[in-house]
């Protein structure tokens, strides 16, 4: 008959192998959502959306790895999610800035304007506020994705888009925990009322 200490390495192992799947499960649910259509990607709704698929996928991951699961499952689970937000956010503002470079490609007049004000900018501080503005368009910042994001509610001064998006990523880890919780207590109420 086997120790309590044999089962203890297979325990950890275990453990070990759901956070490595967790890893990877979070890395491609997050690079997926990224090339989501920017029209599915509703404020708010987009990363609750991903934060419940988080859920259901850690969930089942969890099933196959894991004999027991304990209360820290939803929180890790939930940091994992929200990890794999940050990620989806910025691939998302990497995709949107490789968009404008494209856009800036086919403009060609354009970008002959905004060299332009690029060489008037040298002498003008005026001049030199609005290059900087323009040539954003073209090669936007994190903060400028961040902004475009809300631009459908109005025009929102730093820091509020970063605020926002960083609550979002918080939705997201919540929603994972939430399901991750709710699947757990449907899981015992079942197996208590088939007894």
Same mark, same amino acid.
């Given at each position: 008959?086997?120790?309590?200490?044999?089962?203890?390495? @297979? @325990?950890?192992?275990?453990?070990?192998?759901? !956070?490595?799947?967790?890893?990877?499960? /979070?890395?491609?649910?997050?690079? @997926?959502?990224?090339?989501?259509?920017?029209?599915?990607?509703? !404020?708010?709704?987009?990363?609750?959306?991903?934060?419940?698929?988080?859920?259901?996928?850690?969930?089942?991951?969890?099933?196959?790895?894991?004999?027991?699961?304990?209360?820290?499952?939803?929180?890790?689970?939930?940091?994992?999610?929200?990890?794999?937000?940050?990620?989806?956010?910025?691939?998302?503002?990497?995709?949107?800035?490789?968009?404008?470079?494209?856009?800036?490609?086919?403009?060609?007049?354009?970008?002959?304007?905004?060299?332009?004000?690029?060489?008037?900018?040298?002498?003008?501080?005026? /001049?030199?506020?609005?290059?900087?503005?323009?040539?954003?368009?073209?090669?936007?910042?994190?903060?400028?994705?961040?902004?475009?994001? /809300?631009?459908?509610?109005?025009?929102?001064?730093?820091?509020?888009?970063?605020?926002?998006?960083?609550?979002?990523?918080?939705?997201?880890?919540?929603?994972?925990?939430?399901? !991750?919780?709710?699947?757990?207590? @449907?899981?015992?109420?079942?197996?208590?009322?088939?007894?």
């Amino acid at each position: 008959m086997p120790s309590v200490s044999d089962s203890a390495p @297979t @325990t950890y192992t275990r453990i070990a192998l759901w !956070l490595l799947g967790a890893l990877v499960a /979070v890395g491609v649910l997050s690079v @997926t959502a990224s090339y989501a259509p920017g029209v599915m990607k509703r !404020l708010i709704v987009f990363y609750i959306v991903y934060g419940i698929a988080c859920g259901f996928v850690l969930d089942w991951l969890a099933g196959e790895l894991l004999t027991r699961r304990g209360s820290w499952l939803p929180v890790i689970a939930g940091v994992l999610c929200a990890a794999g937000a940050l990620n989806l956010g910025w691939l998302s503002y990497r995709h949107f800035e490789q968009a404008r470079h494209l856009l800036a490609q086919q403009r060609s007049k354009d970008v002959q304007i905004l060299e332009t004000l690029r060489q008037a900018s040298e002498n003008d501080p005026a /001049v030199r506020e609005e290059y900087a503005e323009e040539l954003r368009q073209f090669s936007p910042r994190f903060e400028d994705y961040l902004a475009h994001r /809300v631009s459908s509610l109005g025009k929102w001064p730093a820091p509020w888009p970063l605020v926002l998006w960083l609550g979002e990523v918080s939705i997201a880890g919540v929603a994972c925990s939430l399901t !991750l919780r709710q699947l757990n207590r @449907t899981r015992r109420s079942t197996s208590n009322l088939s007894m």
